[in-house]
Nanobody
């Protein structure tokens, strides 16, 4: 069974930090790139962080640049999203998604699997 398990969400005060984890199983981890998306109530889902498979460039949504960092531990089949200096505007359900490495970051057509998401709530 293919699974993407996002975890680490919760309630945090503005200015605080959280680290989200996405543990993958049921497929060959090295053949996929894992990226992060989020969706706030009433808003469209948007790409948050991703590492390009072609050149290793990290891509971030403009509002999180300098605050969020994507990283991975291949031995654990896990991708992380470190979120610092959180703002109430970051409140959303965060999803990890697996795409074939031939597809570019945030191109949803290349996404094979979505995790169920983890809720991050940032209080003012």
């Amino acid at each position: 069974e293919v699974q993407l398990q996002a975890s680490g969400g919760g309630l945090v005060q503005a200015g605080g930090s959280l680290t989200l984890s996405c543990e993958a199983s049921g497929f060959t981890f090295d053949e996929y790139g894992i990226g992060w998306f989020r969706q706030a109530p009433g808003k469209e889902r948007e790409g948050v962080a991703c590492t390009s498979s072609s050149d290793g460039t990290e891509y971030y949504e403009d509002s999180v640049k300098g605050r969020f960092t994507i990283s991975s531990d291949n031995a654990k089949n896990t991708v992380y999203l470190r979120m610092n200096s959180l703002k109430p505007e970051d409140t959303a359900t965060y999803y990890c998604a697996a795409r074939k490495r031939d597809y570019p970051c945030f191109d949803v057509i290349g996404i094979n699997y979505w995790g169920k998401g983890t809720l991050v709530t940032v209080s003012s």
